[in-house]
Nanobody, 114 residues
């Protein structure tokens, strides 16, 4: 089973940027997604990307976040710009739609100060 390790989170001021990375231990062939979960809220899908590079975004991040992948490096990225306090959450990567993940890694914490 491919293991996924997220990194790149941290503390940033409102309006700032962060780039998250998701390194896979093996080849990833399907659609990948970045998800997030804020305290007291359900985990939500914020962006997904097919192996061919087609992307989809949640309305809340559209125009600010960019998902990308490097298939040769088995890595998926999430460039987050114009961050808002409501973007603060633990971010996870996993297989994307239509797959519904049941196992999750540690994630990476994103904190946005106002």
């Amino acid at each position: 089973q491919v293991q996924l390790v997220e990194s790149g989170g941290g503390l940033v001021q409102s309006g700032g940027s962060l780039r998250l990375s998701c390194a896979a231990s093996g080849s990833i062939f399907g659609t990948m997604g970045w998800y997030r979960q804020a305290p007291g809220k359900q985990r939500e899908l914020v962006a997904s990307i097919t192996r061919g590079g087609s992307t989809n975004y949640a309305d809340s991040v559209k125009g600010r976040f960019i998902i990308s992948r490097d298939n040769a490096k088995n890595t998926v990225y999430l460039q987050m710009n114009s961050l808002k306090p409501e973007d603060a959450a633990v971010y996870y990567c996993n297989l994307g739609p239509p797959f519904q993940p049941t196992r999750w890694g540690q994630g990476t914490q994103v904190t946005v100060s106002s």
